[in-house]
């Protein structure tokens, strides 16, 4: 990736120090300000639901707001937009598998 | 938290539209709130990165900054005068119409569970629009992104989904998304635009009219052919390919009856497709309110008023037309307010310059849409195994089902046959494709909520007067 131009540069983007939330129990840096989606698309991610009815994978599709397929679990609470939810330091993000909801069944 | 105070004014959306609206009111005396879901100013067309990001040249992912920057300086001058109040990260679900006034009710996000209101006296609905997609199999691989989408993430995140794209669909918002992506780092292997740009020929005398229109295209075009992106015009895209992300897609030429030509197909290998097939508006407000809407969009006067009371619109609400079309409403919208509240009418040398912009302009995008039509037969090549609706995962078969094994013959019979557009997103996404696969009137849903409302919110007394005094 270092030869090539990237968003941030384009920018001369000199962000706050990258703090650390994990994806699935992996760690992941984050930038500040980053959505939890473009944090996971930093970090080469680009499905994090499984649909409820199928089990296909999902993530961002419209960025946002409207069209609801990039939901996900953040620290627990499911169903959060990670378009519009800011990723916070320590934040645990988990995939989604089907409503977020089934272990409640 | 709570906007216990009343206002003259409350502007939903803090976009072009929105902010000029405020602008205009602000600067006639009126006390404006302007209420917006996004932590800055800007909306969707001048989305910047975040704050934490410390972008030094964000105008590098834009157009035309110079005029965001000046507009953005006016809000925080009037904000720091305290005549308007900037509210950020409030979600509209509501506006409720009373005797006299209206309430705003909103959620507080990013959470999304904690109301708020805003009383006003009249209320300018700046709620922007949204991108339409079109169905194909495999529009829902990872890696398969709306076009605008795209945008909203390079902008605001400062983040690419994959390395290398293809830009697809139609319209004119494919060429500044092609171009930034490709400014951004990203290989843009093809740009696949259905229409036949050429057609705009037949327009000649609209085009001439904006001559600035026509010199921000020229622009893009340029752009395109400095990084040689591949464009292939009367092209679309047929299928996207993947397991689990998306790998390739398969594009071919198209007819001129917008049918796919046998033996053109080619495969193109990527890791992200942009796609878009055009913008529809946000109505959701303006209909809770009884606004009457021409076709999809809120109607308005002259003065941007819509037949309700009290109730202005301004912006992509009223029709797709850009930003500085946007910005023209907006103002003639404020101007209007700002008159109409003190009783009298707008002085019409004050409003003559926006409504010129405006006549303009909406010839210039009334000739745009003409030309950048989704290919007529599209729906043939949507497969029966395809998922149309996103949410509910109603597929192209189970809608013809409902439409031929059951009789089904509008959007609302099929929506209660097969639970397309029932979903999160409440149609929003699926409806053009649910209607174009149906081969029935893309109908425009009425939905009592803009959003989501958690059920403790909705339970909570609704006279606003008791909703203010819990918050004080």
Redesign the interface.
């Known amino acids: 990736m270092s030869d090539r131009r990237t968003p941030l540069d384009l920018v001369r983007a000199e962000p706050g120090p990258a703090y650390t939330a994990t994806f699935d129990g992996r760690e992941i840096q984050v930038l500040p300000g980053q959505t939890v989606a473009a944090a996971l698309w930093s970090a080469g991610v680009t499905s994090w639901r499984t649909t409820r009815r199928t089990g296909e994978p999902r993530g961002v599709f419209c960025g946002i707001g409207v069209c609801f397929d990039c939901l996900v679990t953040v620290n627990g609470r499911p169903n959060q937009r990670a378009c519009l939810v800011p990723a916070e330091p320590g934040d645990a993000i988990t995939t989604q598998e089907g409503t977020g909801h089934d272990e409640l069944r | 938290m709570n906007s216990a105070e009343h206002q003259d004014l409350a502007v939903i959306g803090a976009g072009p539209a929105g902010v000029a609206a405020a602008l205009a009111a602000a600067d006639a005396g009126a006390r404006v709130t302007i209420l917006d879901?996004a932590p800055q100013a800007g909306g969707?067309f001048y989305r910047r990165?975040?704050?934490?990001?410390?972008?030094?040249?964000?105008q590098?992912?834009h157009h035309a900054w110079g005029t965001w920057q000046s507009l953005n300086a006016r809000l925080r001058a009037h904000v720091e005068a305290g005549r308007v109040r900037h509210v950020t990260d409030r979600h509209v679900w509501f506006v409720e119409r009373l005797e006299t006034r209206f309430t705003v009710h909103a959620l507080i996000?990013?959470e999304q569970t904690e109301p708020d209101t805003v009383t006003a006296d009249a209320v300018v609905l700046a709620t922007g629009g949204?991108?339409k997609v079109l169905p194909f199999p495999g529009w829902?691989?990872?890696?398969?992104?709306?076009a605008?989408?795209?945008?909203?993430?390079?902008k605001?995140?400062?983040?690419?989904?994959?390395?290398t794209a293809v830009v697809a669909g139609t319209g004119p918002l494919l060429m500044p998304v092609a171009a930034g992506l490709a400014?951004?780092?990203a290989t843009i292997a093809a740009y696949i635009e259905s229409a036949d740009p050429k057609s705009l020929a037949r327009h000649a005398s609209t085009l001439v009219r904006n001559p600035a229109k026509l010199a921000e295209g020229a622009q893009y075009g340029a752009a395109l052919a400095r990084r040689r992106i591949p464009v292939r015009t009367r092209h679309t895209v047929v299928r996207a390919h993947g397991t689990?992300?998306l790998e390739a897609v398969t594009v071919a030429a198209l007819d001129a009856d917008g049918r796919i030509r046998p033996g053109t197909a080619r495969r193109i290998p990527c890791d992200t497709l942009a796609v878009g097939h055009g913008m529809l508006p946000h109505t959701d407000l303006a209909q809770a309110l009884d606004c009457t809407l021409d076709g999809v969009n809120v109607a308005v006067d002259d003065e941007q008023r819509t037949d309700v009371p009290g109730v202005w619109a301004a912006g992509e609400a009223t029709g797709i037309g850009g930003a500085v079309l946007s910005r023209a409403e907006g103002e003639i919208a404020g101007l209007s307010v700002a008159a109409r509240l003190l009783g009298a009418a707008p002085d019409p040398r004050v409003l003559s310059a926006a409504e010129s912009v405006r006549t303009r302009l909406r010839a210039f995008f009334a000739a745009i849409d003409t030309v950048y039509a989704p290919p007529a037969h599209w729906a043939e090549s949507v497969t029966d195994d395809t998922?149309v609706c996103?949410?509910?995962?109603v597929t192209a078969g189970e809608i013809r089902e409902a439409v031929d094994g059951l009789g089904a013959g509008d959007l609302r019979t099929v929506k209660l046959l097969t639970r397309a557009g029932m979903?999160?997103?409440q149609g929003?996404?699926c409806a053009p494709g649910v209607a174009g696969v149906a081969g029935c009137p893309a109908d425009t849903a009425r939905r009592p909520f803009a959003r989501p409302v958690p059920l403790d919110v909705l339970a909570q007394p609704g006279n606003p007067s008791r909703n203010e005094a819990s918050h004080d």
Do not use: F, H
């Open positions: 879901s969707q990165p975040a704050a934490g990001l410390g972008a030094r040249r964000p590098a992912l996000g990013p949204y991108e829902t691989l990872p890696g398969v992104v709306t605008g989408g795209a945008q909203a993430m390079l605001g995140g400062l983040v690419l989904p994959g390395r400014a951004a780092g689990g992300r998922v996103r949410c509910e995962e979903g999160w997103c929003r996404v």
